[in-house]
């Protein structure tokens, strides 16, 4: 699993890795300290479109690897990763509602019509 950071925010790479604050190996926001790998941070900037919508779906990936872990009580010791989810889930909200989704189904497409015939939804000019 190879692993990139420069430090910098010069490539779309780096600028994701920031902001989910996987930036240091072996240290990364995963479950047990996992990194994201460059191939799967590399796949959410092709899949998402934007480096920015990239990190809505690594923060998205990573309340989803919390969810699986149950949260833990015992001797008054309280463990709590759905808080954990919880906050991911937030943070991927917050990128998607300012920077948009990076897949766009057909329900949610933009119309253009072109055959000219309707006031209300644009029409392409050949």
């Given at each position: ?31 047990s ?79 253009t ?14």
């Open positions: 699993m190879a692993f990139t950071y420069l430090g910098d925010l010069s490539t779309t790479r780096d600028q994701v890795r920031f902001y989910l604050q996987d930036t240091v190996e072996n240290s990364g926001p995963r479950p300290d996992v990194n994201f790998s460059d191939a799967e941070i590399d796949g959410l900037l092709t899949l998402a479109g934007s480096w920015q919508r990239a990190v809505a779906a690594g923060f998205e990936t990573l309340a989803s690897s919390w969810r699986r872990y149950p949260d833990f009580k015992a001797d008054g010791l309280t463990l709590s990763r759905s808080d954990i989810a919880d906050g991911y889930a937030k943070q991927a909200l917050e990128w998607h509602r300012r920077y948009g989704y990076g897949v766009t189904t057909a329900g949610s497409r933009a119309v019509r072109q055959d000219g015939y309707s006031d209300d939804i644009d029409s392409v000019e050949d």
